[in-house]
């Protein structure tokens, strides 16, 4: 079974802790878009990992972690990342795999990115992480793969090129000091020796698992809002983070693939600026950040907080093609007097039930919100989902009949154990 997992949001929906469930039945995890911007979280016996790079299922002794051709890799980050997982006793040993036509991020991508955020009027809110300029120099056919930081001769002339390319843009129209070749050369020739022992053929290491019935799983990072083509742009991350990401960031055909499943968050979350229809107003906003603990995950920032928005999960049913929703973080919700889940939008007299393109809609839409009662014990330590109180399962109930798709899986806390299963 080849299962896909993406957020149906804008990122931060518990995607890693889903992962981290699924992970322990099948046999590869591979990340397929997005870089270090992403930051799952996963939290085992009491100890909190959070994984920027590598899948969440290296946790798991035996399964492989596949790093795929559609991610930007930060290698700095990544060694670290390593580093860090074997000082808290985790044996990556031979289980990463890493693609070597993923493309590297260097140090420019992130300056840039940084600066031109600084510049910009409407600001995106990047993470800073370099991803935007890494992803525009892999489609503008100038970037730098893993495999030539293996091949001295095509990485100098490559990263020559790059260098007086990019130090002329930096000093002339950033006002920035611009990179040193021979510094950036060695230390990315270094990189290169210290990944070279996880470097493999990923797509045929995958497509011989799926020959063998072997089961893998995809692990999507950011969310279907912050897709580069589906997204609220430009708005957006620069990968494709919906379904369809999964087979060409990883070279497995889409007839491979078995089911996707959709995770979303019981409200809404975003980090970074750009249009937020169901948003709670400030006060409501700030009570509820703290209840959810949201901030990010990456960069430390406060999430934004709203309402569930049945508007955005229809439209990410459709584009991914979701036959099963993870509902995360419903113990959130627990204590409040009512709860909305906006159906539809309202802008200039007209109601919107799919989603508008039009970013100016879009910033001014209005939610139409249906009520639903609240309930008022935790829900933490529930095991089932008969025991829910029954506002949580009509709640839910409502959401599965509306949408259309099953719900199977619902979070009501961080740790594996507090996790039911529908
Ligand atoms: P996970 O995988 C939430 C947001 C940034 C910014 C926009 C573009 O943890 O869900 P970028 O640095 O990608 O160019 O920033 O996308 N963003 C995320 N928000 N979760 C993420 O990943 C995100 N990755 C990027 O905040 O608004
Ligand atoms: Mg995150």
């Known amino acids: ?61 035996h399964k492989i972690c596949c790093i795929g051709n559609g991610v930007v890799v930060d290698p700095a980050g990544l060694i670290k990342e390593i580093k860090d997982l074997s000082l808290s006793g985790i044996d990556i040993g031979n289980r ?58 095509v990485f100098r002339d490559k990263l020559n090129d790059n260098l007086k390319e990019k130090n002329e843009i930096l000093k002339k129209v950033y006002r920035h000091g611009g990179f040193d070749f021979n510094t950036l050369y060695r230390e990315y020739l270094n990189y290169g020796l210290v990944l070279a022992k996880y470097l493999c053929n990923v797509t045929s290491l995958l497509n011989n698992a799926i020959e063998k019935k072997k089961d893998i799983l995809f692990e999507g990072a950011q969310g279907t809002f912050l897709d580069i083509d ?36 019981a409200y809404t ?21 703290e209840k959810g603990n949201e901030f990010g995950a990456t960069t430390g920032r406060p999430r934004r907080c709203g309402w569930l928005d049945m508007v955005m999960l229809k439209e990410a049913i459709l584009l991914n093609g979701i036959s099963e929703l993870a509902i995360m973080k419903l113990d959130i919700l627990a204590g409040l007097k009512s709860l909305k889940i906006c159906t539809a939008y309202k802008y200039k007299g007209k109601k919107f039930r799919e989603f508008p393109y039009d970013l100016e809609v879009l910033a001014n839409a209005k939610p139409v919100y249906k009520e639903m009662p609240g309930w008022n014990s935790p829900i ?38 507090e996790t039911i299963f529908i």
């Open 230 to 265: 589906f997204g609220t742009y430009p708005f957006v991350t620069s990968s494709s983070a919906t379904a369809g990401g999964a087979c060409t960031g990883s070279g497995v055909s889409p007839v491979k693939i078995d089911k996707i499943i959709g995770v979303a968050k």
């Open 380 to 417: 933490d330590k529930i095991k089932r989902y008969q025991k829910l109180p029954g506002n949580a399962k009509d709640y839910l109930s409502w959401l599965q009949g509306d949408l259309g798709v099953k719900i199977s899986m619902v979070s009501v806390g961080s740790s594996r154990e």
């Open 96 to 153: 990463l795999k890493i693609s070597p036509l993923a493309h590297v991020i260097l140090p420019y991508h992130k300056i840039l990115d940084q600066l031109r955020e600084s510049k910009r009027t409407n600001k995106i809110g990047t993470t800073g992480r370099g991803i935007g300029p890494c992803y525009a120099d892999k489609i503008n056919r100038f970037g730098i793969r893993i495999a030539d930081l293996l091949n001295s001769r």
């Open 1 to 61: 079974m080849n299962t896909i997992i993406v957020g149906t949001q804008w990122g931060d929906e518990g995607k890693g802790k889903v992962i981290d469930i699924l992970s322990k039945k099948v046999d590869y995890i591979v990340r397929y878009q997005g870089g270090s911007n992403a930051g799952h979280t996963v939290v085992v016996d009491n100890k909190i990992y959070i994984f920027h790079l590598i899948p969440s299922g290296i946790l798991y002794k």
């Open 269 to 289: 979350t975003r980090v970074g600026e750009g249009p937020f229809p169901t948003e709670f107003p400030a006060v409501f906003d700030k009570f509820m950040r």
